[in-house]
């Protein structure tokens, strides 16, 4: 028998029981004591990533031990890959899932398999999940989750398709979008939630220009995967927030999505999410207005998915500080009185904490002046919501004082680099020249999130303090181009989105293969047939012309081609709508390779919610070699949750070191780590098998700055 972490007193009761020897509860329970689940993706559904199990505590955490370590059977050598996964325990089943987005079912305690399921069938196709969604009605035992543009229904214990559900086990989320134009992408790889026997999805979307749909949030039947309701996150005509957009935007616009995934007040039947910026990502001028919902934290009424309230954190996007995340379900105290919260994290660093019912403020919000835009058509908006507290979690505004102090080479290496350079503070839009942007649009924070301790109301955040720079470009095409040229163009426009400019993108913390060395990999004929059918998370680009697509090889394949081709015989004229594109997000680093601003680079915050103030804020991460020149730690750039528990502890991976943390929780001190052989670009589950406590990570690396990608997930108890 298992029970949730729903009930957290009552395990908390067992839990502190269990940890104590001799203590025995009532004979008949005994049992229960034995397992405490890890039922929902990141602990429960307000996503507070908190566990009350303290069997592995502060002082004995020294002693954890690596009891198995699961290597993934699809992974690709050489394959720029990732897990991302937070793993499922659920009546006494372990759930993981791996670099080809099977799931595998097995023991908590040996990783024995118990069954798997490939939603690719042996293609080899591969793709990101975050999270899997647990439904359980008597018998039936069901699990759900993105692949591609589909959601899946699998019977939990037989680890088959359910074929009730959507179209023979699977939901295409690309219909029934109440979207005229085409919808290429519409695929969910983080939390959905369900209330009520509704499934409720938000998703990432196409968001290049002219193949942009919008991300509206939706709830399905759990049993049939029937369309329930629909929530506009770009408003039509005569409904609320229309006007805070050029009146045909919502027919052409896409993004305000839900990619982050979605936590649920069950209590209240309140759902609540935080949506990304609205295309094209940098000039909005098609899209004159606020632009709500995008960029929102959005709570609706989970049976109808009627707005209750919104909170918009940047007006007019221009920078694609997306939400990343969901808001956190929090409680605080202040002046006495016990409120319902949730905390919004932030690429830009900022922590909106709002009143969970009314939205409002808790710590108060100022709306400050900030740049306008130099580029034509372009209207940004002229303030932007600055929370009073807490502070903001990251660096913000970079100037030459904040440039880096490594060494006298790097800092005069970088002041050099900074001459051709443009310095202003957050929201200042990007122009014509190139803009140092801080904190970077992969944040401050990303897709993990905060924990919640609700024993002491104290949130834990990490953060990433890295600058990049952007500037812009006209869009125009020249009239006649060579066909690598034409390529290049349309790699630029749509490719880089994902795949980056140079070296591989990292979108949002996943990654995608680097495709400037697609040639030494893959064959013409290879990469055409992707092109074209497109392949796991990689949407079709059937709809381009045949020359458009030959133009792409020619690019990607360094051919050389002095035959011109007039671009009025092209199809790829959309530009002409967007007038304005940016040149791409560009890391900018020292001529070592580390971050153009001072140190730290990546931190771990512990902040007091009663009060907004912070207790610490810790280095998170270290460069081995900098530290064997005698550096501390200088914390590096970061993407994975971290896990508070009633033991006193923090765990966290997310670092490019490879390793997986314990801190302290009360000083923030390093308590333990361990040496993985892939950065932990993921959160970590915890929970208790059969009286004992296990903490599991994904280690899968993946070229996040190069880092390697690796096969594992490891699992860490106390010796027997
Ligand atoms: C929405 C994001 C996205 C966009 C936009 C995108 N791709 Fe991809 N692409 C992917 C993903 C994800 C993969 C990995 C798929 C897999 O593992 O099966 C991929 C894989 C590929 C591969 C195989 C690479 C390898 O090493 O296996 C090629 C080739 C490719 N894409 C070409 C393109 C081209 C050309 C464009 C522009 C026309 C493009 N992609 C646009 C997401 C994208």
């Known amino acids: 028998m298992s029970l949730t972490l729903d009930s957290s007193l009552f395990v908390l009761m067992l839990a502190a029981c269990a940890a104590i020897s001799g203590c025995s509860g009532p004979p008949e329970k005994s049992a229960i004591v034995e397992d405490v689940d890890w039922r929902r993706y990141n602990g429960d559904w307000g996503g507070a990533k908190y566990s009350a199990l303290n069997q592995i505590n502060r002082t004995n955490v020294q002693e954890l031990e690596l009891v198995w370590r699961f290597r993934v059977d699809d992974f690709v050598e050489g394959r720029n890959t990732a897990i991302q996964f937070n793993p499922l325990m659920v009546n006494g089943v372990l759930y993981l899932v791996t670099v080809g ?40 035992e069901r699990l759900f989750y993105g692949v591609a543009n589909k959601y899946l229904c699998i019977d939990a214990k037989t680890g088959v398709l359910v074929e009730s559900f959507g179209d023979q086990g699977r939901l295409d989320l690309t219909q029934n979008l109440d ?88 209590e209240r039947g309140m759902v609540f999410m935080g949506t990304g910026s609205a295309t094209y990502d940098h000039w909005g001028g098609n899209r004159i207005g606020d632009n709500l919902f995008a ?18 954190t940047v007006h007019h996007d221009l920078w694609d500080y997306d939400l990343p995340t969901p808001p956190t379900l929090i409680t605080l105290t202040k002046d006495g009185r016990e409120i319902d919260a949730v905390a919004q994290p932030s690429k830009m660093g900022h922590l909106f904490v709002l009143d969970r019912e009314t939205g409002e403020p808790i710590f108060g919000v100022e709306e400050r002046p900030v740049p306008p835009s130099e580029i034509p058509g372009e209207v940004a908006a002229p303030t932007q919501p600055f929370p009073i507290k807490p502070v903001a979690y990251t660096d913000q505004d970079f100037t030459l004082d904040d440039v880096t102090d490594l060494s006298p080479e790097s800092r005069a290496y970088v002041l050099e680099q900074l001459k051709d350079f443009k310095l202003g503070p957050i929201f200042t839009p990007p122009g014509f020249e190139k803009l140092v942007m801080s904190p970077q649009f992969n944040g401050g924070s990303e897709w ?75 064959s013409r004929e290879e990469v055409m047939k992707i092109i074209t059918e497109g392949r796991g998370q990689m949407p079709s680009w059937a709809s381009f012309l045949e020359l458009e697509r030959e133009a792409i090889l020619a690019f990607l394949f360094d051919d050389r081609h002095d035959e011109m081709i007039e671009t009025e015989n092209v199809q790829f004229t959309w530009t002409g709508d967007i007038p304005y594109l940016s040149t791409g997000h560009h890391d900018f680093h020292d001529q070592d390779g580390y971050p153009i601003n001072k140190r730290p680079w ?58 997986f943390r314990a801190f302290d929780k009360e000083s923030g001190e390093e308590l333990w780590y361990y040496q993985m052989d892939g950065s932990g670009y993921a959160t970590p589950s915890t929970f208790m098998y059969q009286g004992r406590q296990y903490v599991v990570i994904a280690g899968g690396g993946g070229s996040i700055h190069q880092t390697p990608s690796s096969d594992s997930y490891y699992c860490f108890a106390l010796p027997e």
């Open 101 to 140: 987005q099977k799931i595998v079912a097995m023991k908590p305690d040996t990783a024995k398999k118990i069954w798997e399921f490939d939603p690719y069938e042996e293609s080899g196709a591969t793709g990101k999940t975050r999270a899997i969604v647990h439904w359980e009605d008597g018998n039936d």
């Open 448 to 522: 993990p999130g905060a924990a919640f301790d609700p024993a002491d109301n104290t949130l834990y955040i990490n953060s990433s303090n890295e600058a990049e720079w952007i500037s812009m470009r006209e869009a125009k095409m020249e009239d006649e181009l060579a066909m690598p040229e034409l390529g290049e163009r349309i790699y630029q426009a749509i490719c880089s989105n994902c795949h980056g400019l140079d070296s591989g993108g990292i979108i949002n913390g996943v990654e995608f293969p680097a495709l400037r060395t697609v040639k030494e990999r893959l």
């Open 295 to 312: 960029n929102c934290v959005l709570a609706l009424d989970a049976e109808t998915g009627e707005r209750i309230w919104h909170y918009q």
């Open 179 to 266: 979207h005229d134009g085409i919808v290429r992408r519409f695929d969910s790889r983080g939390p959905a939630v369900i209330y009520n026997d509704l499934l409720i999805i938000g998703g990432s979307v196409g968001e290049g220009p002219g193949q942009a749909n919008p991300g509206h949030i939706r709830a399905f039947d759990v049993r049939t995967g029937e369309r329930k309701w629909i929530f506009h996150t770009v408003p039509h005509p005569g409904e609320y927030g229309y006007d805070t957009w050029s009146p045909e935007s919502y027919k052409y616009v896409g993004g305000a999505n839900a990619w982050g995934g979605i936590t649920l007040d069950e």
């Open 602 to 659: 990546g931190q771990l915050h512990s902040i007091d919610m009663n009060s907004g103030d912070f207790n610490w804020s810790v280095p998170l991460g270290t460069y081995a070699e900098l530290e064997a020149q005698g550096l501390p730690p200088t914390g590096t750039f970061n993407i994975g949750g971290p896990v508070v528990t009633a033991g006193g502890l923090v765990f966290i991976g997310a670092t490019l070191d490879e390793r």
